[in-house]
DNA sequence: GGGTATTCTATTATTCCTCTAGGGACGGGG
DNA sequence: CCCCGTCCCTAGAGGAATAATAGAATACCC
């Protein structure tokens, strides 16, 4: 989980998609004008979440993208992994024997805290955002960091 | 709030010194050895640290580095802001007039996220993190996503 | 079928971040 | 005073993020 300029330009442009997806598609143009985000940025970012179907393109006069789903079922993780691929902090190649042969405490509780960011970024969803709300209730329940969990706590790709 | 490897490495370190902090300085190619951190990066990210009044320098032979105040005190924020300056994702360099004179609403969104991310990161600190477990109960309250807060809802530098 | 709007892909340039390299400043011990 | 361990600073190489450009493919409309 990575959280950078990429991933929040991608989900303005998706808050900006969402906002006007019910009337047919969304051409990249005029996202880039209203949000101010290069057209050929844009279309990188667009190619990676259609990879990875969180959007659908319609091609020719009258195209652009819609969402793949309804804005309620994409979450904010969904949008940020699909563009920004995790990152590992590790130096060991998360294989946890850096240290001697064992994982170091730092890996378990990157681990840890990873996977709670993720869980609080996959609680909210596009519709939410659009709503103007982020999410209240915490479903995204909170985890015990539990050590030597090993590679189970690690990121989805 | 940035979420990089560089964020990453820092608090690495901390929780390095933190486990180490009882007994004197502690050296930085100590910790480049045991974490696997370069020491030039290590220098340079410590620089910003103290910079930021969140670990103090002792110079010449046996000196190093200590927690500026104990490690219940410092939250993941803290270290993160530190090194990881905050970054703008705006396009309109935050003046919230990117988009006809009005803040788009991708600004507002952003800093309620923003906000909850920094919230929850400041709600863990240090010495949880060296006693092994992430913060579980919720006193980084969860906030109701305020629209039109304007500039208040920023990142403190 | 031709014109045009649009997605798609590739190549390249530019700016920014990450990390490394090296030397200087300070301070304690002989 | 000299030596050495340590912090401290600056410059730069390398790579990733961002942006520009060019073109190809697709599909609507006349």
Redesign the interface.
Known sequence: ?????KG??A??AM??LA?RGGRGPVTLAGISE????SLSYLEQLFGKLRKNNVVASVRGPGGGYCLARPASKIS?VDIIIAVDEP?D?T??GAQGN??DGKP???H???F??NE??HE?LAG?NLQQ?VD???????DAA????T?STGKSAHVPA
Not at 1 to 5: H, K, P, S
Not at 34 to 37: E, N
């Open positions: 989980m990575r959280l950078t300029t929040r330009f989900v303005t808050v900006d906002t209203r949000q101010k985000i904010i990152l902090a130096n060991c850096c240290c170091c405490l730092t378990d509780l990157w840890g805290l709670k960011i609080y909210v955002l103007g709300q982020a999410k209240n209730n915490s909170p985890v015990t960091m050590k």
